[in-house]
């Protein structure tokens, strides 16, 4: 339980990147896989629990993108809409995870038709949310996604671990 006993609806994780490549869509029989890539900027892997609704996703939002972690070109803590810089997305179920003796379980996570409804909501407020920035906009600066119920293979590179862990 998070602090005060509440209930956790979300939990998040945000890793500052140089550059980052997330798979969309694995190889196919008669395809390529697919990529998104971003540039400097920040990967947020994120996992709906139980209990969690559509009217906690403005507060998350918010949040993650207004939090002053990104270090921009003076040495200065700003958002990443601030700084600013891309955004990737990575849902990511296993942030749900418990450990029981040696296994891991993840009776905690929304369901799959929630979670799916969670996350769409989730990327849709994070693209209005960036937009309403005009430095974000301005420069060009990306926000791209994974693909909800994929595996998710990924590709980082940081100049340091500087990973926030956050629940909502």
Not at 148 to 158: A, I, W
Request: aromatic share 8%; net charge neutral.
């Amino acid at each position: 339980m998070a602090a005060l006993d509440r209930e956790v609806t979300a939990r998040v994780v945000l890793q500052q990147c140089l550059r980052a490549k997330l798979q969309v869509k694995p190889q196919g029989k008669d395809s390529d896989a697919e990529w998104v890539e971003i540039q400097r900027g920040m990967v947020i892997y994120v996992c709906f629990f139980k209990g969690s609704d559509k009217n906690d996703i403005p507060k998350i939002v918010s949040a993650l993108l207004n939090v002053k972690l990104s270090e921009s070109d003076t040495g200065k803590h700003v958002s990443i809409a601030e700084l600013p810089g891309d955004v990737l997305v990575v849902p990511q179920a296993t942030l749900g995870g418990k450990a029981k003796g040696r296994c891991m379980q993840y009776h905690s996570n929304a369901g799959k038709e929630l979670g799916m409804e969670l996350y769409a909501l989730f990327i849709a407020q994070c693209q209005q949310e960036l937009e309403s920035h005009p430095k974000w906009a301005e420069a060009g600066s990306a926000l791209r996604y994974g693909t909800y119920g994929n595996r998710q293979v990924l590709q980082l590179d940081t100049n340091g671990p500087y990973t926030h862990l956050l629940e909502f």
